[in-house]
Nanobody, 125 residues
């Protein structure tokens, strides 16, 4: 059974930092795009960042310069370092893996087949 499990969520003050981790089991995703999405109550799931196996990166404009995505293929793990947090970053953050081995980063949640359960990030002003 394929599972993606996020960890590292919690609360932080504006300007603070959090580091999210996502570890996959049941399948190797070393050649798949892996990324992070977030969803606030009442909103659609929003692309945050993604990374290919070779290190091609993509960020949404709202987090560029503040968040950093990385991955460790040996550990089947992807990370999201979140710095300079803002209250607008408050959401449930989901780890996701593309269903197909690819070097093309896509931003639509519909194109990712594997999802974690989500981890809450709350940023206070």
């Amino acid at each position: 059974q394929v599972k993606l499990v996020e960890s590292g969520g919690g609360s932080a003050q504006a300007g603070g930092s959090l580091r999210l981790s996502c570890t996959a089991s049941g399948r190797a995703f070393s050649d798949h795009v892996m990324g992070w999405f977030r969803q606030a109550p009442g909103n659609e799931r929003e692309f945050v960042s993604a990374i290919t196996w070779s290190g091609v990166l993509k960020y949404s404009e709202s987090v560029k310069g503040r968040f950093t995505i990385s991955r460790d293929n040996a550990k089947n793990t992807v990370y999201l370092q979140m710095n300079s947090l803002e209250p607008e970053d408050t959401a449930v953050y989901y780890c996701a893996a593309d269903s197909t081995a690819s070097e093309i980063v896509r931003v639509s949640a519909r194109l990712y087949n594997y999802w974690g359960q989500g981890t809450q990030v709350t940023v206070s002003s």
